[in-house]
């Protein structure tokens, strides 16, 4: 069982298209980040989102957390090429007494010029 | 300022060897975390290490282990290798740790990766 779900897993739009990525828990998190990373590189962090109802916004590029904590939305604005990689959502999830950092499989976006 | 390194990129070795993996964090960071990512399995947390102390540990067998050097440098360790052992490693350098074990880790930046290959 995927602690962190993320949705769709794969996303192939044409450039100027808008879109949006899911992460949903059945955990409360006392925070939440995305990454985004492209082929041969490691992720890069976008956003840490703290507060429930939280919205950050990065350009085109609007990061939501949920009221109760439990998931966190992404959305693009106007999708261009350079968005283009996996985009990851993780946070810290219990277990055993600790908390261990954990990250969704990620949604694949191909941005087609 | 020079981000962080890993050595070596790529790696094949057989099953039954060992291996150990190298990571420079950026100057002044003093947290390092391990990570694998497999394609069935994505990103998986190995351990943390805080000034030279394993300040967290993921879900893995005693076969994977690391260290963390005076100099913040950090090196893992995995022995008797199996071929599901192929993967992607990767580490992360952070000034600090997760709040409270609570939180993920300060901003994270991760290196390139060492592509392992097990056969």
């Known amino acids: 069982t995927q602690l962190l779900e993320q949705s769709p897993q794969f996303l192939s739009i044409q450039e100027g298209e808008n879109l949006t990525v899911y992460c949903n828990s059945s955990s409360v998190f006392s925070s939440l980040q995305w990454y985004r990373q492209e082929p041969g590189e490691g992720p890069v962090l976008l956003v840490t989102v703290v507060t429930g109802g939280e919205v950050k916004k990065l350009k085109r590029l609007t990061f939501q957390f949920g009221d109760a904590r439990k998931d966190s939305s992404l959305h693009i604005t106007a999708a261009q090429p350079g968005d283009t990689g996996l985009y990851l959502c993780a946070g810290a999830i219990g277990s055993g007494g600790s908390y261990i950092p954990t990250f969704g499989r990620g949604t694949s976006l191909i941005v087609h010029p | 300022k020079a981000g962080v390194t890993q050595t070596p990129r790529y790696l094949i070795k057989t099953r039954g060897q060992q291996v150990t993996l190298s990571c420079s964090p950026i100057s002044g960071h003093r947290s390092v975390s391990w990570y694998q990512q497999t394609p069935g399995q994505g990103l998986q947390f190995l351990f943390e290490?805080?000034?030279?102390?394993?300040?967290n540990k993921g879900n893995f067998p005693g076969r994977f282990s690391g260290r963390q050097f005076s100099n913040s440098r950090s090196e893992m360790n995995v022995s008797t290798l199996e071929l599901g052992d192929s993967a992607l490693y990767l580490c992360a350098s952070s000034l600090l740790p997760g709040t409270s074990g609570r939180a993920m880790p300060d901003t994270q930046y991760f290196g390139p990766g060492t592509r392992l290959t097990v056969l």
């Open positions: 290490y805080f000034s030279e102390t394993q300040r």
